[in-house]
């Protein structure tokens, strides 16, 4: 929820408890998107029977912002949702990013941001480099090379409270934060490095 108190707003939020989502962009206009995307995974729940999958989700969130740059009365939202879960169907984890324009792709890894391309040239880098066939056997092991690669973007180390952390897998396919104790235990393992 929002804190006006608070002077750290979240971009992670939890649109249903198997999918999370990063809302980056203006503020306000995070929190709309962030609502129609609940709203919109309720009514999939309504109307099936069962949760929306994360693919039908980013579809239909790309196809609302990309109504909203052929209407005249209204303005596109400035936001780039990442959207994130687990994948029954294929067993894996799918994340998709939504653009303003209403154009969605599905990824392995993703980054958003100003220095969004170095991330990714740096995420593909993890992923495909190095012999390794991925980001390592846990949640904790992906979060800790997005970290590396993060850090290594911006050139600075981060702290607990400068990071937000969300996390699905296979084994516990329900969507979660890490805590500030999680990321710094993590963060305290890329500094042994």
Same mark, same amino acid.
């Given at each position: ?66 109504? @909203? *740059? ?5 303005? &596109?939202?400035? +936001?780039?949702?990442?959207? #994130?879960?687990?994948?029954?169907? /294929? ?60 850090? @290594? *973007? ?5 702290? &607990?409270?400068? +990071?937000?952390?969300?996390? #699905?897998?296979?084994?516990?396919? /329900? ?19």
């Amino acid at each position: 929820m929002f804190d006006p108190n608070s002077p750290f707003t979240s971009h992670l939020h939890e649109i249903t408890p198997r999918i999370g989502a990063v809302a980056i962009g203006s503020v306000p206009d995070c929190r709309a998107q962030i609502a129609k995307a609940r709203q919109e995974a309720a009514e999939f729940r309504y109307k099936y029977g069962y949760d929306v999958p994360v693919d039908h989700l980013a579809r239909r969130m790309a196809n609302l912002a990309q109504l @909203a *740059t052929q209407q005249a009365a209204m303005r &596109p939202l400035a +936001v780039s949702l990442t959207l #994130v879960g687990w994948d029954e169907e /294929r067993g894996e984890p799918a994340v998709f990013r939504v653009d303003p324009a209403g154009f969605y792709t599905g990824y392995r890894a993703v980054a958003s941001g100003p220095k969004a391309t170095e991330a990714m040239t740096g995420l593909e880098k993890a992923l495909l480099g190095g012999g390794e066939a991925g980001f390592g056997e846990s949640a904790e092991d992906a979060a800790a090379h997005g970290l590396r690669v993060m850090q @290594a *973007t911006i050139g600075q180390r981060l702290g &607990p409270g400068e +990071v937000e952390i969300g996390v #699905v897998s296979e084994g516990a396919p /329900r969507f979660r934060k890490l805590t500030d104790t999680e990321v710094s235990s993590i963060l305290a393992g890329l500094d042994r490095e």
